[in-house]
């Protein structure tokens, strides 16, 4: 009976102990998992963190050049508006010049040039209208700082008639080209500058998006390759549980084995002597039917009788057997049990390593494929880096030429 109320509370024991070591392992699985999720989770707000400071940075950045590219703008809108004013200055200058020399007091002057009789009066006449229209250019000129109408003011001066209105004609012909050509190049630059804007902010922002998304993918990868690794480590440690549970399952059975053992030898001598106890007292009893047939002795003499214990000595022999035969039968349950138990951790320790496999398998090609997208997004990265170095220089060079 002790033993097998010790076999039963050692079963319960061996139950409860495997109950709590897989509570304990779900349990530390459960802390491994969350404690990579909190990995994760801090490396990918450390992440975004550092992308926001690089983002405010790179507004930052953006802003201050967008303030800059106004302000220049603005000058340069200016200056173009100050040459404007200038050449119409200029121009009109020049046509009040051309008015005063083609007027109808310089034409009657200029009919009657090659009359002798008024040669004096009307030299005198043109050289008024000359130094008139000679003091209109050089007041302009001072005013817009004007070369080329200080040396048209002097020749004015200087020259005849005819050569001056030659030069004013000419010089009026060449304002309103350069005039022209001032308001194609200024709606040219203008054109090129906002299209190069465009196509720089529409650039920054790829680049800018190809940088995050070169993030996430690297995030993605250090994922994949965490779980890769914690996959094989599970398979491992299943390896190393159903390896544990093979040899517990053959110290197992080889306790079976001597338990089996024990009992049936047991029982074997327990039914000996039990066999032998009973044909003694049967042959006793055989004797005992044969006395009664015999005659009387002269002197009465005691007759042998069985120990009144014999009985009970039989019956706790038998209850031994009974006990031993229920300890095979319980050992046997025992075993049958433990066998099944052991196949069943085969079969989902087999279940857990394939779908691990599986997995790795699908993290692997994950991976690979965050790979591929990863050197993708690295050369377009380069490519829009260069086309913004391109865009920068030419932005500078439009710059150059249209300030």
């Given at each position: 009976a002790s033993q097998k109320e010790e076999m039963a509370n050692q079963k319960a024991y061996e139950e409860l102990k495997a109950a709590?070591?897989?509570?304990?392992?779900?349990?530390?699985?459960?802390?491994?998992?969350?404690t990579d999720e909190l990995a994760t989770t801090d490396e990918k707000n450390a992440e975004a963190k550092t992308d926001l400071e690089d983002t405010k940075a790179s507004l930052s950045a953006d802003e201050q050049f967008l303030m800059m590219l106004k302000e220049k703008c603005q000058m340069t809108d200016k200056e173009w508006e100050e040459r404007q004013k200038t050449r119409q200055l200029e121009m009109e200058a020049v046509s009040k010049a051309l008015a005063i020399l083609s007027g109808d007091d310089a034409h009657d002057l200029f009919t009657r040039t090659f009359n002798p009789a008024l040669v004096q009066r009307e030299s005198?006449?043109?050289?008024?209208?000359?130094?008139?229209?000679?003091?209109?250019?050089?007041?302009?000129?001072?005013?817009?700082?004007?070369?080329?109408l200080a040396t048209l003011a002097y020749q004015v001066k200087l020259d005849a008639f005819t050569r001056v209105k030659k030069a004013i004609d000419d010089m009026i012909a060449m304002l309103k080209q350069q005039q022209a050509d001032e308001v194609k190049k200024n709606d040219f630059c203008k054109e090129e500058l906002h299209k190069t804007e465009m196509s720089t902010a529409k650039a920054t922002d790829k680049r800018e998006a190809l940088e995050a998304h070169i993030g996430e993918l690297e995030s993605t990868i250090k994922t994949l390759e965490d779980g890769i690794a914690a996959a094989k480590a599970q398979i491992a440690q299943l390896q190393l549980d159903l390896q544990r549970a093979s040899e517990d399952r053959q110290k197992e059975n080889v306790e079976f084995q001597k338990t089996i053992a024990d009992q049936t030898m047991t029982v074997e001598v327990l039914k000996k002597a039990l066999d032998r106890l009973a044909t003694f007292y049967d042959f006793l009893q055989t004797q005992g039917h044969t006395k009664a047939g015999r005659q009387t002795p002269p002197v009465p003499q005691m007759e042998y009788q069985?120990?009144?214990?014999a009985s009970g000595v039989m019956e706790m022999i038998e209850k031994l057997v009974h006990e031993a035969n229920d300890l095979k039968a319980e050992a046997k349950k025992g075993e049958s049990d433990a066998q099944a138990a052991y196949e069943q951790t085969i079969a989902d320790t087999n279940g857990s390593v394939e779908a691990l496999q599986k997995e790795i398998v699908a993290k692997t090609k994950a991976?690979?494929?965050?790979?591929?997208?990863?050197?993708?997004?690295?050369?377009?990265?380069?490519?829009?880096?260069?086309?913004?170095?391109?865009?920068?220089?030419?932005?500078?060079d439009l710059h150059e030429e249209c300030d």
């Open positions: 709590k070591e897989e509570e304990i392992a779900a349990g530390q699985a459960q802390i491994e998992s969350k005198a006449v043109r050289s008024q209208h000359r130094e008139e229209a000679a003091q209109v250019l050089a007041a302009v000129a001072k005013k817009v700082h004007s070369p080329r069985p120990n009144k214990g991976k690979a494929e965050a790979h591929k997208d990863k050197l993708q997004a690295e050369s377009d990265h380069l490519d829009t880096v260069k086309e913004l170095e391109g865009l920068a220089k030419y932005t500078a």
